[in-house]
């Protein structure tokens, strides 16, 4: 009955990319032509190195002052359902064309090198000149492999009549050419201006900067990248939003220098069009902020000439100008009650698609749900909940059935959002429509972006009872008991969160020694459950096992608390014994199966059994988070409570050792009402203690897990100080505890554990030094290779190995700092067997300094072995003998440090597949390393768009890119929002293209 949960990776955050896709070549022929006034010219296009491949769009552009289209001829019958339909003829006479194909079958087509796809005919107009260029203007160029990646084309343009005007901008004929287009837009669309080149022979490295106004083109990504050894990574990015682009290239993979033929589209830059009609943005190339900078095969410098590129702005603007309106009603309730406010909207004319944030007071009010939902299209997965109880939810939401927009009259309520009223008497909640998470983004049917306002709403509580406290139950639980020795007793096995249950089955073991089963009882609670389907047969060894099946096949629920079945027992145990029931996967597995036949996750709570001991007293927590403090930092402990219900008052001391830490202050959570800095007493904080006295005679309950204040310290102790705590006491002030029924209830304690960082190893002395890492089962990682003692070296060669059935090679990554180290000078043939080497020379063959620890170069490995799998990169003498020189022409001694690879660094088996919708996969990486997160998804099925936000630790983590493997449709790095990544916060926001629902494994 178990449901094989499979997962399909969709995206992958990472460094480093170095996989090559071998792209097809779409070529004009003839090249080069020319001709007079009143000629025709019929050029052929044909492509090469078309291999799997599913589909393609692109455009082609001349100028229509020089040549007139006539006809698209002699088309292709080897590619299904190519056929004349396929073109896109509206705007030949602006000297465009489009062209796209799909492979119907949906297998990916081969054809052979040289196959004509179609013919092109044109009339000639003038003696000018002009080029005839693959481009993506108006149809962005894409090329995608039976894989589902979109691996590109490579352009062979051909030129009439010496081609466009200006063509080396005044340059000499060798000067290298850097042109761009011009486009006509409106007002929202996407553009993207191809990047062409002229005389780029034998080009070792450039460099420079593309400058927009940033006022009318907003940056959305780089595509169609068509030069070896050019990646996103190349492009600077982070002055995009002043206008400002870079790029910076070097030929990574032969280090000797490329050519490409004249006229080839390097790449392409995207922009949204966000200026009003009229305007116009030029695209320069400049030397603001990196120098236009580049370099032959030979390192000679190059020439440069530039033609800039331009959007203007033809058309566009909103033609909703009062901008979308949703309120929320100003209301109150009681406390213990469920409202619902309605969301309503004005100017709700032609919108396509809308998301934002709701944010609430958690403390006040406890999301239920959504309900009375009255927008086309308008679904529960449209909302994001996952935050609810941080005060947060989200709307993300399209018109999916027409795509077209959709208008409702003004002041319909499009859904309602309810809550639980959980604040006292008093309180109050706004409601408000905000960009946190998820940015306010609304489009209108003609996909202008339409402004926004909110009338925001509040929820202020009356009178009435407070909520229940919260329930720590699991699925199965058991009642604790405190019986006399030889007493009989019978234990409640009761259920909570028990929701469309149609089958289960687990074990329950216990100590035969101390308890003796008597029998079981059936309380009817649960349909179809009787004794017979519990096994009691091998009781007397401590075990019994249950089978349930709803034979209704509906699916049975019950209210929390339900106790469905009674075990007996007589205690055998002496009075102090300690024993308890437990619910396990032996004999019997563990499974419980929904109505929609999922595996329901199995939570449980154990029946402690306390022979002759005395039932607790109802308290109240208090816990204080652990934390390991380097030196001199300043750091707090978090302080939170649980089981607190109606207090009226609290009262403890807080005692650490000021010989180890300083205390600097108390942060207030502000989320226990009444507390205040004056409510404690910091005057012997020198000797190490503290205390709190609060009081609220309404009484206060606050949610499991609250967190109250933070206790801030300043660590004055070095590392390897044995650790010390941060504990709750009776002394100077005793503990106390009361309620609003004036009991005084026990307070039970969770004491912080303060560790010191532990003293770093000596750094190793070894000539070469490998780093130690701990990745995860599949993870890709780098191992940092440095050196010590680098002086005045001019030469070195030596051989790496490593075990590769537990380790795949997969590239050497150059940070830059060694003079002449490239790619080139590794070995990698041998990679698969385990084997690389290294052969350098100083190319001034001067010597080389470097100080200890510099890292010279990266080694980039997948992962093969298990969890618990160890193996190691080992410096070794074959297949190339170990050597080093110095500038003396003396051999220097080798002497090595190897990298050891604990594969999940414990030992144990990885855990279970997550079955959560999306799912980010853990790892273990090294200090510095750089490593790739992969980011999966279950139960994908039919998802037309999706949307949320991701945040990290910013202290911990630097961002370094996205990488899309290509199995999500319509999923590009422009998806992404990483302007914020600085400050730990990265965003989706998904479309499906076609609008039709994708499903994925």
């Known amino acids: 009955m178990k449901k094989l949960i499979t997962t399909i990776v969709t995206g992958c955050l990472f460094f480093w990319t170095s996989n090559l896709i071998a792209q097809p070549t779409f070529t004009f ?35 229509p002052n020089v040549l007139e289209y006539v006809s698209v001829d002699n088309i292709t019958t080897d590619l299904a359902s190519f056929a004349a339909s396929s073109f896109g003829t509206a705007q030949t006479g602006s000297g465009k064309l489009s062209v796209n194909w799909f492979d119907p079958n949906v297998a990916g087509v081969s054809l052979p090198n040289g196959t004509v796809l179609y013919t092109l005919t044109f009339n000639v107009l003038s003696t000018d000149g002009t080029d005839l260029a693959f481009t993506g203007d108006p149809t962005v160029i894409e090329v995608v492999d039976a894989n589902g990646n979109d691996i590109g084309l490579i352009a062979q343009n051909a030129a009439i009549n010496g081609g466009a005007p200006g063509g080396g901008g005044g340059g000499s004929g060798t000067d290298l050419v850097l042109s761009s287009n011009q486009v006509n837009a409106s007002n929202g669309d996407q553009v993207c201006l191809d990047v062409s080149v002229e005389n780029f022979n034998n080009i070792l490295s450039m460099q420079f900067s593309m400058n927009f106004d940033p006022n009318i083109l907003k940056f959305t990504q780089v595509s169609n990248l068509n030069l070896q050894d050019l990646n996103p990574s190349n492009f600077g990015t982070t002055m995009a939003n002043n206008g400002v682009l870079t790029l910076s290239w070097f030929d990574n993979t032969n280090a000797t220098g490329v050519t490409v033929p004249n006229g080839t589209v390097i790449f392409q830059v995207c922009f949204d069009v966000i200026g009003g009609q009229g305007q116009s943005s030029s695209f320069d190339f400049t030397n603001t902020p990196t120098a236009i900078e580049v370099f032959d095969g030979n390192s000679n410098p190059v020439t440069v000439t530039t033609n800039s590129g331009a959007v203007n702005v033809t058309g566009g603007g909103n033609p909703n100008p009062n901008g979308l309106i949703l309120s929320a009603p100003v209301t109150s309730g009681d406390m213990g009650t469920n409202i619902c406010l309605d969301i309503s909207v004005q100017n709700f004319d032609n919108i396509l698609s809308m998301q934002f944030s709701m944010n609430f007071d958690e403390t006040v009010l406890s999301y239920t749900g959504v309900t009375n939902l009255n927008l086309q299209d308008l679904n529960p997965s449209n909302f994001g909940t996952t935050m609810a109880n941080n005060g947060a939810l989200t709307l993300s939401w399209f018109d999916n059935t027409n795509a077209t927009g959709v208008t409702v009259p003004d002041g319909t309520v499009i859904f309602q959002v309810c809550f639980d009223i959980i604040g006292s008497n008093g309180d109050s909640s706004p409601f408000d429509f905000t960009n946190t998470p998820t940015t306010i983004e609304v489009f209108d049917g003609d996909s202008n972006p339409v402004p926004f306002s909110g009338n925001n709403g509040t929820v202020t509580v009356g009178n009435g009872n407070p909520p229940p406290p919260p329930s720590n139950d699991g699925l199965i639980n058991a009642t604790d008991h405190y019986p006399l020795e030889g007493e009989e007793f019978c234990m409640d096995i009761y259920v909570a969160d028990f929701v469309d249950i149609l089958s289960m089955q687990f074990s329950m073991n216990f100590d035969p020694a101390l308890l003796e089963f008597q029998n079981v009882v059936i309380t009817g609670n649960l349909p179809d459950l009787q004794a017979s389907a519990i096994n009691t047969s091998n009781a007397g060894n401590g075990e019994i096992s249950l089978a349930w099946f709803d034979q209704t096949i509906e699916g049975v629920t019950l209210d929390d608390g339900t106790v469905i079945f009674q075990l007996c027992f007589k205690t055998l145990g002496s009075c102090g014994t300690v024993t308890s029931l437990d619910f396990t996967g032996t004999p019997v597995p563990i499974e419980v199966i929904d109505v929609n036949e999922n595996e329901v996750p199995f939570t449980s709570n154990p029946g402690i059994v306390d022979i002759c001991g005395t039932p607790p007293v109802a308290g109240v927590g208090i816990v204080a988070s652990d934390y390991m403090a380097n030196e001199n930092e300043e750091f707090c402990i978090d302080v939170s409570v649980n089981d607190f219900n109606n207090i009226t008052s609290l009262a403890y001391s807080m005692n650490f050792d000021p010989a180890k830490v300083q205390f600097q202050s108390i942060q207030l959570a502000n989320n226990l009402t009444g507390l205040d800095t004056t409510d404690f007493d910091f005057t ?79 750094p190793s002395n070894e000539f070469v030094v490998a780093s130690d890492h701990a990745p995860a089962e599949g993870e890709v990682f780098c191992m940092d290779i440095s050196v010590n003692g680098f002086t005045n070296i001019v030469s070195m060669q030596y051989s790496m190995s490593f075990d590769p059935t537990k380790l795949e090679f997969q590239s050497v990554e150059i940070p830059g700092v060694l003079n002449g180290l490239a790619a080139s000078n590794f070995g990698t043939s041998n990679a698969a067997n385990g084997t690389l080497t290294l052969s350098w020379l100083d190319p001034d063959v001067s010597g080389i300094t470097l100080t200890d620890g510099t890292v010279i170069y990266q080694l980039c490995f997948k992962v093969l072995g298990s969890c618990g799998d160890v193996t190691n990169l080992e410096f070794t003498n074959s297949p190339t003998t170990i050597e080093v020189t110095d500038g003396n022409g003396n051999l220097v001694n080798f002497t090595s440090n190897p990298g050891v690879v604990d594969i999940c660094g414990t030992g144990n088996p990885p855990p279970p597949p997550s079955n959560e919708f999306v799912v980010a996969s853990d790892h273990a990486p ?46 590009a790095a422009s998806n992404f929002g990483t302007s914020n990544a600085a400050n730990g916060t990265l965003t989706l926001s998904w479309l499906d293209p076609d609008v039709s629902g994708i499903t994925l494994t």
């Open 29 to 63: 022929s003839p090249p080069d032509t020319s001709a007079a006034p009143g000629e025709t010219l019929t050029f052929e296009v044909s492509v090469s190195d078309f291999t799997d491949i599913l589909s393609f769009q692109y455009s082609m552009n001349w100028d």
């Open 684 to 762: 012997n904080a020198s000797n190490g203690d503290l205390t709190l006295n609060w009081q609220d005679t309404s009484g206060v309950t606050l949610p499991n897990g609250t967190l109250i204040y933070q206790a801030c310290f300043k660590n004055i102790s070095p590392c390897g100080t044995a650790a010390t705590e941060f504990a709750f006491s009776d002394s100077p002030t005793p503990k106390l505890v009361t309620d609003t029924n004036g009991d005084t209830l026990s307070l039970n304690t969770n004491n912080g554990n303060i560790t010191f960082c532990n003293t770093a190893p000596p």
């Open 926 to 971: 090294a200090e510095g390393e750089v490593f790739c997160m992969d980011i999966s998804v279950n139960g994908f099925t039919d998802i037309v768009s999706m949307q949320y936000s991701m945040s990290f630790d910013p202290t911990k983590l630097e961002f370094q890119s996205v990488e899309i493997p290509g199995a999500l449709n319509g999923l």
